[in-house]
């Protein structure tokens, strides 16, 4: 594929607009969706400790999403 340098430039500026936006996007960290939540006892296998519910939406810095192997 061939393109003009005019459309070169507009695709380019396109794709860093999209990334832009996507980077944007606020993360969702909660504790709902950390590998080292378990759910049903309210338990974080990081602290060893029962996450309050009221902290669970929030997460932590610790949050870790699947091991993808």
């Known amino acids: 594929?061939?393109?003009?340098?005019?459309?070169?430039?507009?695709?380019?500026?396109?794709?860093r607009d999209a990334l832009a936006i996507v980077e944007a996007l606020p993360e969702d960290r909660s504790c709902r969706l950390c590998?080292?939540?378990?759910?049903?006892?309210?338990?974080?296998?990081?602290?060893?400790?029962?996450?309050?519910?009221?902290a669970r939406a929030q997460g932590c810095e610790h949050w870790e999403s699947d091991i993808p192997f």
């Open 1 to 15: 594929m061939k393109v003009t340098p005019y459309q070169k430039k507009e695709m380019c500026q396109t794709l």
């Open 35 to 54: 590998e080292h939540f378990e759910e049903l006892r309210g338990y974080c296998s990081e602290w060893r400790s029962n996450v309050p519910s009221d």
